[in-house]
């Protein structure tokens, strides 16, 4: 009788080395406020792992809670189910080392710092954790849209690596990603970039190095000019905001925007603006300034330009 030979079937299979791997499976968000979640959202839409960095387990429970009302609203305004939600959580986990991010394709930075020093220093603190942890091939990557990648990156041992990547978090519906190739960054990684936002389904605008990129340097100008037209009384808050909308088609009218961005976050990048280039347009105007002396910055405060409720709808 012949001697019947047992073999595993995992003989036949790929080792765990050889199996392929699909590119920007796994995605690190260090820093999961506001612009975090909304960033870590998107990804996660996707079908793709998510991994938030941030302070404290109060800060990962916030985070959490927040996406979960941003998708319950999606899911009142008909634009996702339930299961879906369920599905998008699931993808989605924060912890509070950096260790975590061990396995990441690219790890965006989107932290939050008031002065300019803070954002430089904590900024490059950041990428300095990050590389500690991860492969020689992911990709840091910042949201920063008023400090230059080189600087972010000159530190490093593998500058190469290196991006900007803007998200364009508080524009409804917005369909592109700012991209800043720095001195260092490889033909490579910007290609595997291009890739990524092709598969969140963005258009990838490419910019050349300059505080403010093409987004922020446009919109702060137009917010400055409508406080301008504002205080000479040419119309309204409400007159100038339905010109921008229903006259030139924006989704939200300057002050409308910006409450939704922040009036503290506006102004930082103005300063920032206005201390890179010395250009009068940049200044932030005394509207503004008088809003974030009073602590109004917008929506997330329940006033600014204008006044909101608690789920942060317009109601004055």
Known sequence: MAEVIVESIENYGLSEKSRSRTLFSRVGVVGCGTVGQNIALLISQKELEVIFIELSEEKISYAVCKMEQELDNMIGRWGMTPGEKRAILSRISGNMGYEHLEGCDLVIEAIRSKSREQRITCRKEVFKNIEKYVSPETIIATNSTTIAITELSSELEHKERCVSLHFLTNAPGAKMIEVVRSLYTSDEV????????????????????????????????????????????????????????????????????????????????????????????????????????????????????YDYDETGKKIG
């Open 190 to 305: 910007y290609d595997k970039v291009s890739k990524f936002i092709t598969m969140l389904g963005k258009v990838l605008v490419p910019v050349q190095e300059s505080p403010g990129l093409i987004s922020i340097r446009l919109f702060v100008t137009m917010v400055n000019e409508a406080c301008e037209i504002l205080m000479e009384g040419v119309g309204s808050k409400s007159d100038i905001d339905t010109t921008m909308r229903i006259g030139l088609g924006l989704s939200l009218g300057p002050f409308e925007l910006a409450d939704k961005v922040g009036l503290d976050k506006v102004e930082r990048w103005m300063d920032n603006l206005y201390g890179e280039f010395g250009d009068i347009k940049y200044k932030a105007s005394p509207i503004i300034k008088r809003h974030v002396r009073a602590n109004q910055f917008g929506r997330s405060t329940g006033k600014g330009f």
